[in-house]
């Protein structure tokens, strides 16, 4: 009788030992070894205490005691083993990160200066109230040259010169890589009517003997205003407030006559650049083409050239880019080398 009560009572204690070892948390080094100092150790561990008990419970119970006994026991060598593990993968991976090694460099990207160039005339432009468009770079010869007042066999069309799609029979009909972005002058007035204040940024492409200063592609920016009242004056001012934001405050521009089939008069704008080591402290660089639309460019496209004026410019975005960067040779642009792009 006395010994069922005691086996009872064991029964119990087992019981909630396997409730502790199950919940009890082993999450360092020092946590392994209370736990089985706590419950595996073979002097003072409570599994061993468990056993020592076993001659006091009564005969009939021993066998049930001493199996449950042992059971506890492999949980708790169980769940030592199991909790060892988890604790050495863990540090294992941890030894595998070095955390003195200098990171990884992460190449950071930067804006092509020719980009970042053309942004920025952008900007200077939009501020003025000008309007970003765009065109083909596969251009028909019509719009290329013909609507801009080149007439077919004119010499003009030679300074021009560049690649074919698809030939021309009529001075007309030809398909081309256009050779500046004057062509979309044409696009945007077809499409729209006065008041127009837009630009046109754009590649361009040419049949040109490379050297630092040319290469077979390039980049511009058109201008085009026509409204009622547009003088030679707007178009001073708005290129000198343009040339005073891009280059700086004192900037020193010249307007030399020239001439272009689809502006009269035509000008074309040049930028003092200082250079000490150059006799006279500089020279000036020519930067853009412009002029005062060509009444006949206005009527091939059906604007009343009696009511409406207009400017037009087109510029070279490497011309400005190679000034504001003092770079020494256009083709550095195009090689993509990371010794150059990494500066900007
Ligand atoms: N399209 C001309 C060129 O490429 C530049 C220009 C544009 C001149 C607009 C006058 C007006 O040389």
């Given at each position: 009788m006395i010994g069922k009560i005691i086996g009872t009572r064991m029964i119990d204690t087992i019981e909630k030992l396997r409730e502790e070892i199950s919940r009890h948390a082993i999450d360092s080094q020092e946590a392994l070894e209370e736990f089985r100092l706590r419950f595996?150790?073979?002097?003072?561990g409570e599994i061993t205490a468990l056993l020592k008990k076993i001659?006091?419970?009564a005969k009939e119970a021993r066998r049930e005691v001493g199996q449950q006994i042992n059971e506890l026991k492999r949980l708790a060598e169980e769940r030592l083993e199991q909790a060892r593990k988890q604790i050495h993968e863990g540090s294992g991976a941890l030894a595998e990160?070095?955390?003195?090694l200098p990171g990884r460099p992460h190449p950071s990207g930067s804006i092509h200066p020719l980009t970042r160039t053309r942004y920025d005339i952008q900007r200077v432009f939009e501020r003025m109230g000008f309007v970003v468009e765009e065109g083909p770079e596969i251009e028909d010869e019509w719009h290329n040259f013909t609507a801009l007042n080149?007439?077919?066999?004119?010499?003009?069309r030679d300074m021009q010169d560049t690649l074919f799609v698809e030939p021309s029979e009529n001075g007309d009909d030809g398909v081309l890589?256009?050779?500046?972005?004057?062509?979309v002058q044409i696009r945007v007035m077809e499409q729209q009517k006065p008041p127009i204040r837009v630009i046109v940024p754009g590649r361009v492409y040419r049949n040109e003997a490379l050297s630092f200063k040319s290469y077979c592609l390039f980049h511009q920016v058109e201008g085009l205003v026509v409204a009622e009242g547009i003088t030679f004056g707007d178009l001073k001012h708005d290129l000198h407030v343009f040339a005073k934001a891009i280059f700086h405050e004192d900037v020193r521009m010249r307007f030399r006559p020239s001439f272009f089939?689809?502006?009269?008069p035509s000008a074309e704008v040049d930028i003092w650049w200082e250079d000490e080591t150059l006799e006279g402290g500089g020279r000036w660089l020519e930067i853009l083409g412009s002029g005062m639309v060509d009444p006949n460019v206005l009527e091939a496209v059906g604007i009343d050239s009696e009511k409406y004026t207009g400017y037009a410019f087109g510029m070279g975005i490497e011309r400005i880019a190679l000034i504001r960067y003092n770079i020494?040779?256009?083709r550095l642009f195009y090689e993509n080398d990371f010794r150059f792009l990494d500066q900007f």
């Open positions: 595996l150790s073979k002097k003072q001659p006091t419970v990160i070095d955390l003195t080149f007439p077919p066999d004119h010499p003009a890589l256009r050779t500046h972005t004057s062509p089939p689809f502006t009269e020494p040779d256009i």
